[in-house]
């Protein structure tokens, strides 16, 4: 935390408590806002942590302001509104399912996740419904960083990976067995929907519109002058490799940021819609996503 909190757990002076990953696509994202330099805009108290863990935070009620993944949301959308800007959504940047041998079979097979709750393993699991008739076999979750060396080594039979791991499972010795987001892409003609921005309700209709007017002006910042956030981006990208980091800011940050936009939200409510069709997920409420 980067700001003392009162005693009632609010931090005082109007800053509010936000929390996002150090992935390169939330740092070059949040640069600006919260080093001061979006006009207007209150300052973050910003906690560093893995989607994970704020989608564990989102369903306890804990912080103002969320990065979540889009999986989440049927848990905590009468708490939190989704913001319609910030997140991740895009195309040809999904999921990855990755083996030892080319063209395994995942029938009965081990698979390691790294949430159920997430964005990835939906996707994974309708990819599965269509594509392992037999279904897959146990579902391991284990922390990101552990699945491809678990793959690679034969503690699990395939693993599914996200974000970097789809510039780096080749230095594993590992084959892509299927890209989650073709499937999703080839299936439903829409983006893929990753990682969502959420804001408690409880701050008020106005306050919401001032925020996502900030996570604007943060991202067209970023783009105008995306030299000011480098070192904030290195910073916490865990000693990737600054060309990795700027591949991954390129996949993940783009229109949808901006603004979902129709199509982003037609995806939302694809991905929920089908993955409660599929008993993954609680059905959502028609107005759910509205802001």
Known sequence: MTTDQAADGQVPGGTLRIAYSPCPNDTFVFHAWAHGLVEGAPPLDVTFADIDITNGMAERGELDVLKVSYAVLPWVLQEYALLPCGGALGRGCGPLVLTREPGTDLSGRTVAVPSERSTAYLL???WAADQVPGGVGEVVVMPFHEIMPA??????DAGLVIHEARFTYQQY??????DMGEHWEATTGLPIPLGAIIAKRSLGKERLH???????ASVRRAWDEPELSRGYVLEHSQEMD??????HIALYVNEFTADLGESG???????LTRAAAEGLVPPLAPDALAF
Do not use: I, N, T, W
């Not at 010795?173 to 299927?178: E, S, T, V, Y």
């Not at 939200?265 to 991905?271: D, H, Q």
């Open 124 to 126: 994974f699991r309708l």
């Open 151 to 156: 793959v690679r080594d034969g503690r699990v």
């Open 173 to 178: 010795g590992l084959h892509k067995l299927a």
């Open 210 to 216: 001032a925020l996502a007017d900030a996570a604007r």
């Open 242 to 247: 600054p060309h990795v980091a700027d591949q």
């Open 265 to 271: 939200y037609a995806a939302v409510r694809g991905l």
